[in-house]
């Protein structure tokens, strides 16, 4: 049974975060929305351990449809960066600023960049797509991510210094709007390069947040060098180039490891 401790511990993190919030905020449904999004992970993380082919796509659809269309199109939040900070601006500690603080913030403290690999939606699309497995080398554009970081920023800053009328329903549209040009982005890139996961690792705005924290997981992939034959399969799945035989903290790309346990599953040695 110590096999799915983790599991566990994923719920248990996410039933804290929601009765917490629940209780300091007097709002119910900060308890059913972590709870939800606790027990899809925590049976993600099950079925993976189960070895069940489809385990990570499981949580992606169960997390990835309901923050993009009950959250977002339904209840009409901005879940994107531009809500963050329009939350933000505002003094506001609600939906995407709580989002942010518990998945992209803190969050990477304790389980990395796992949500880039399991609950990310732009990434839940794009992991359809055929190319799953790097062509190449990883390209020396990193730096893009910065500017798109930035003008998001900017975009919701010239909002509020202009008063702009209909606030809220212009960050409504503006998710609209950035979910189809994300989408649009992503595609174009990964057909472009055949990497499925260019956008997360060039265009992203988000990973700024995630990559410093990230540095510091508890939750990492490490190797037992007395396993490992160095037959460099690990290194040749690895949908972000991470270097998974170095244990450093310092190794190469090791704040962008998704967690998706592709090296995991294909190491013939169980070294990982």
């Given amino acids: 049974m110590k096999k799915y401790w983790m599991p566990v511990i994923m719920l248990v993190v996410f039933e804290a975060v929601g009765i917490t919030l629940w209780l300091t905020k007097d709002n119910l449904f900060y308890l059913f929305n972590f709870s939800y999004i606790g027990c899809s992970i925590a049976l993600g993380l099950f079925l993976l351990i189960r070895k069940h082919p489809q385990a990570r796509r499981v949580v992606q659809l169960l997390v990835g449809l309901y923050m993009l269309v009950y959250l977002g199109l339904i209840s009409g939040e901005n879940m994107q960066i531009e809500g963050f900070w329009y939350y933000l601006f505002t003094g506001v500690f609600e939906a995407a600023t709580i989002h942010y603080a518990v998945a992209k913030i803190f969050g990477p403290l304790l389980f990395g960049r796992g949500w880039c690999g399991y609950a990310c939606w732009t990434a839940m699309v794009l992991d ?85 924290m990230s540095y510091f997981s508890l939750v990492r992939i490490t190797c037992d060098k007395s396993k490992c034959v160095s037959c460099g399969k690990c290194l040749r799945v690895c949908p972000m180039n991470v270097d998974v035989l170095d244990n450093s903290r310092k190794r190469q790309n090791g704040t962008e490891c998704i967690l998706c346990m592709e090296c995991v599953k294909i190491c013939p040695k169980k070294a990982l």
Avoid at 167 to 176: G, K, N, T, Y
Wanted: charged share 15%; glycine share 4%.
């Fill in 128 to 212: 359809f797509l055929p190319y799953k497995i790097p062509s190449g080398p990883r390209k020396k554009i990193g730096w893009i991510r910065y500017l798109t970081f930035a003008a998001s920023l900017a975009f919701v800053a010239i909002l509020f210094l202009t008063h702009a009328a209909n606030l809220e329903r212009i960050m409504f549209w503006a998710f609209i709007a950035g979910n189809v040009l994300y989408y649009a982005v992503g595609i174009a890139l990964a057909i472009l390069w055949k990497d499925n996961r260019a956008f997360c690792k060039y265009i992203c705005p988000v990973t700024v947040f995630m990559k410093p």
